[in-house]
């Protein structure tokens, strides 16, 4: 993974975490369900904030490292367990795509950014963004 890879990562899931934070403002699905989601969202973007922010993005073994971490991490929050039924499957997609590229597998790319649309469809289907 090149550098710029890295950083479009983590930027995926900033922009996924902002998306995913306004369901907390609007609707669509349970409430509690929702709430829940955006508290894991909100507690991985930090722990990935920290991670990315050591991470000489020259260098694609490091790059993997800290993709394994948002891995790790993304398990530890819950993230996918606590994803609303309507984007569930996509958020195991997207999530798991952390753990292939941190394997240095990067054959599912195209898997993975229809996931991430998935939940960015959802998001303003169901947020009004």
Known sequence: MTAQGGIRAFAAIVA???LVLAACDGGGGSEEVIAEYCEAVEELEARGAEIFSSVDQDDPAAIRAAEGEIADA????G???KAPDEIQDDVETYSSGFRARARGDE???EA???AE????AFEEENCGN
């Not at 993304?74 to 929050?77: F, H, R």
């Not at 649309?117 to 960015?120: A, K, M, N």
Request: net charge negative; no cysteine; hydrophobic share 55%.
């Open 16 to 18: 996924t975490a902002a």
């Open 74 to 77: 993304i398990e530890e929050v």
């Open 79 to 81: 993230l996918v367990d």
């Open 107 to 109: 054959g599912e790319q």
């Open 112 to 114: 993975i950014a229809a």
């Open 117 to 120: 649309e998935g939940v960015l």
